[in-house]
């Protein structure tokens, strides 16, 4: 996948700014600048000193096309590891296309999705989980993501993939130098050392998949389903959290009868709130589709909140209470049961005797905004944040993931090997498969296709 071709694309957003952002890459690219580039004092930019930005006026012939600045890095000192330029134009659209055509014209050709980022990963400017987080820096939405995204891409996640292959390497070489001496029944590698580090090694990986749920949290933002009987303050509640009039409130039951969503930012946790049609038997068939999407959404969310009306009937309470944990099932998805309208409760009775021990029960208006902030506190106690703080890695990956339970169960397999007294050619296969699995996750074991996948969804110009 390596070539000599020197590549271009527009760096920055789409549409009119104050400045837009060229970038090129490749051996000859600088050579390339300077056939387009001309300066105040005629200086050529291939004699020019890397890291060094340069005014000037970009040429079609005697034509000016536009005054720029233009950034000099050369290889390997770039993020491509090739020499690199950023041509920084003004942000009008006619003129960065007018600039590419330039480039083009001159002989470079339109970059790929994330092609820049692929040279880089090439080159060894980075690794393969390296690479990753940069389209997930870019595309991050809360300091939480942005924190993990930063984290990953200066190599904390891949130290640690890395510390796990070096201390299998070793003792992997030496069950294979066992098997060059077969015929004398040696043993190089100590079996109880090896039993320890295997179990440490899967302790890890353990530790590693288990925080796959925070960092799909982190990367994809909590799902919050908003959920309950018509009329109880779902929509109230949903425009009270967002602080806007997102969804329609009336009096009219069935008024919500389509999912809302919207996505709040609270202390750099994503929330995606979703407010369902209210929970009834109806014969009207556009609202029974919009209670079936409120199933499906109870099915996908992480937290559900259940919202019960202060002034309503003990048994309505109590009905829509089971529904929606008959719903539920046995998941461990969260339950936080919310009795609205305590601003109209002269006295009633307690809900929490309809209630498991662990359930979550909270008081609150949604109209006045009474106890919101304890909801608030409640979602930020859910999302555990604990482990991000102590700049524990977290896996955000779905790819990485995988590799990481594929590693789990080849490395399972040689622990319950060596227990059960296995040869070492066996045992010393499943320890490579485990030591592949481990290597894809940082590319140092990949294919064409692999790369293709990850980085198509990158965007043109990284």
């Given at each position: 996948?390596?070539?000599n071709?020197?590549?271009?694309?527009?760096?920055t957003?789409?549409g009119?700014?104050a400045?837009?952002?060229?970038?090129?890459s490749g051996?000859?690219?600088?050579?390339?600048?300077?056939?387009v580039?001309?300066?105040?004092?005629?200086?050529?930019?291939?004699?020019?000193?890397?890291?060094?930005l340069?005014?000037?006026?970009?040429?079609?012939?005697?034509?000016?096309?536009d005054e720029?600045?233009?950034?000099?890095?050369?290889?390997?000192?770039?993020?491509?590891?090739e020499?690199?330029?950023?041509?920084?134009?003004?942000?009008?659209?006619y003129?960065?296309?007018q600039?590419?055509q330039?480039?083009?014209k001159?002989?470079?050709?339109?970059?790929?999705?994330?092609?820049f980022?692929?040279?880089?990963f090439?080159?060894?400017?980075?690794?393969?989980?390296?690479?990753?987080?940069?389209?997930?820096?870019i595309?991050?939405?809360?300091?939480s993501?942005?924190?993990v995204?930063?984290?990953q891409?200066?190599?904390?996640?891949s130290?640690?993939?890395?510390?796990?292959?070096?201390r299998?390497?070793?003792?992997?070489?030496?069950?294979?130098?066992?098997?060059?001496?077969?015929?004398?029944?040696v043993?190089f590698?100590?079996?109880?050392?090896?039993?320890?580090?295997?179990?440490?090694?899967?302790?890890?990986?353990q530790?590693?998949?288990?925080?796959?749920?925070?960092?799909?949290?982190?990367?994809?933002?909590?799902p919050?389903?908003?959920?309950?009987?018509t009329?109880?303050?779902?929509?109230?509640l949903?425009?009270?959290?967002?602080?806007?009039?997102k969804?329609?409130?009336?009096?009219?039951?069935?008024?919500?009868?389509?999912?809302?969503?919207?996505?709040?930012?609270?202390?750099?946790?994503?929330f995606?709130?979703?407010?369902t049609?209210?929970?009834?038997?109806t014969?009207?068939?556009i609202e029974?589709?919009g209670?079936?999407?409120?199933?499906?959404?109870i099915s996908?969310?992480?937290i559900?909140?259940?919202l019960?009306?202060?002034t309503e009937r003990?048994?309505?309470i109590?009905?829509?209470?089971?529904?929606?944990?008959?719903?539920?099932g046995?998941?461990?998805?969260?339950?936080?049961?919310?009795?609205?309208?305590?601003?109209k409760?002269?006295?009633?009775?307690?809900?929490?005797?309809l209630?498991d021990k662990q359930?979550v029960?909270?008081?609150?208006s949604?109209?006045t905004?009474?106890?919101v902030?304890?909801?608030?506190n409640?979602?930020?106690?859910?999302?555990?944040l604990?482990?991000?703080?102590?700049?524990?890695?977290?896996?955000?990956?779905?790819?990485?993931?995988?590799?990481?339970?594929?590693a789990?169960?080849?490395?399972?397999?040689?622990?319950?090997?060596?227990?059960?007294g296995?040869t070492?050619?066996?045992m010393?296969?499943?320890?490579?498969?485990?030591l592949?699995?481990?290597?894809?996750?940082?590319?140092?074991?990949t294919?064409?296709?692999?790369?293709?996948?990850?980085?198509?969804?990158?965007?043109?110009?990284?």
């Amino acid at each position: 996948m390596i070539n000599n071709e020197i590549i271009c694309a527009i760096s920055t957003a789409q549409g009119n700014g104050a400045i837009a952002v060229i970038r090129l890459s490749g051996d000859e690219c600088i050579t390339l600048c300077d056939k387009v580039f001309q300066s105040p004092g005629n200086k050529r930019l291939i004699d020019q000193e890397p890291n060094t930005l340069h005014f000037g006026n970009l040429m079609d012939g005697d034509k000016i096309i536009d005054e720029v600045v233009v950034s000099i890095f050369k290889g390997p000192k770039s993020y491509t590891g090739e020499d690199v330029v950023e041509i920084s134009c003004h942000g009008s659209v006619y003129i960065q296309q007018q600039v590419l055509q330039l480039i083009t014209k001159n002989g470079a050709r339109l970059a790929k999705p994330g092609e820049f980022t692929l040279r880089a990963f090439i080159n060894g400017k980075m690794d393969l989980s390296q690479a990753e987080a940069v389209a997930d820096l870019i595309a991050s939405t809360s300091s939480s993501a942005h924190k993990v995204a930063i984290q990953q891409m200066r190599g904390g996640f891949s130290s640690e993939i890395a510390m796990l292959r070096d201390r299998l390497l070793h003792f992997i070489s030496l069950l294979e130098l066992e098997l060059d001496f077969g015929e004398e029944d040696v043993e190089f590698a100590d079996r109880k050392q090896l039993h320890d580090l295997l179990n440490n090694i899967q302790n890890l990986i353990q530790k590693l998949l288990k925080s796959f749920d925070l960092g799909n949290v982190i990367k994809n933002g909590v799902p919050v389903a908003i959920v309950g009987h018509t009329n109880v303050g779902k929509s109230t509640l949903l425009n009270r959290i967002l602080n806007e009039e997102k969804a329609i409130v009336s009096e009219i039951a069935g008024t919500t009868r389509d999912v809302i969503e919207d996505v709040i930012n609270i202390e750099g946790v994503s929330f995606r709130f979703i407010d369902t049609a209210g929970i009834r038997e109806t014969v009207d068939t556009i609202e029974t589709i919009g209670i079936e999407r409120t199933y499906d959404r109870i099915s996908k969310a992480s937290i559900i909140l259940l919202l019960v009306d202060a002034t309503e009937r003990k048994a309505d309470i109590e009905k829509a209470i089971q529904t929606v944990k008959n719903k539920l099932g046995d998941n461990d998805k969260k339950l936080i049961v919310i009795v609205n309208k305590i601003d109209k409760l002269e006295k009633g009775f307690d809900v929490h005797e309809l209630l498991d021990k662990q359930d979550v029960l909270i008081k609150i208006s949604a109209k006045t905004g009474e106890n919101v902030d304890l909801l608030i506190n409640e979602l930020l106690s859910v999302v555990n944040l604990s482990s991000l703080e102590q700049n524990d890695v977290i896996v955000t990956n779905a790819r990485h993931y995988e590799a990481l339970e594929k590693a789990s169960e080849s490395l399972q397999r040689a622990i319950n090997g060596l227990t059960t007294g296995i040869t070492g050619d066996f045992m010393a296969q499943d320890i490579r498969e485990t030591l592949h699995y481990l290597g894809e996750i940082t590319g140092e074991i990949t294919t064409d296709e692999v790369l293709g996948n990850i980085f198509k969804n990158f965007c043109i110009g990284k």
